[in-house]
């Protein structure tokens, strides 16, 4: 096989054509990037020959790809990413809406 299988959190997991010089991070932005709640230290490969290897980088160099290699990207399935500003910014637009509408029925009823 020419390909390059990539699967789990990433955005358009499936088959990539085969480069040379592809490694992990390279082969999951071509399938798409990552996927938010992404454990990207802990995704892997499974060699062809089924032998798993994880992803290191030693001395700058990242483990190397080879055709007929599978990189999965596992999901972390306890996220804690609470946004203090997406809240607040949520919770004031609803408080917005909701006076709105108490003006809008407030000048219907005069």
Do not use: H
Not at 49 to 70: C, P, S, V
């Amino acid at each position: 096989e020419n390909v390059i299988k990539v699967e789990g959190n990433v955005y358009n997991p499936g088959l990539i054509a085969y480069k040379k010089g592809y490694t992990i991070n390279s082969a999951v932005i071509k399938a798409g990037g990552y996927k938010p709640n992404s454990l990207r230290k802990l995704a892997y490969v499974i060699k062809s020959d089924g032998e798993i290897k994880k992803n290191r980088l030693f001395l700058g160099r990242a483990e190397r790809l080879e055709a007929g290699d599978t990189v999965v990207v596992p999901l972390n399935p306890d996220p804690k990413d609470f946004d203090i500003t997406t809240f607040l910014a949520d919770l004031s637009s609803t408080l917005a809406n909701i006076a709105a509408i108490l003006i809008i029925v407030d000048n219907q009823t005069d």
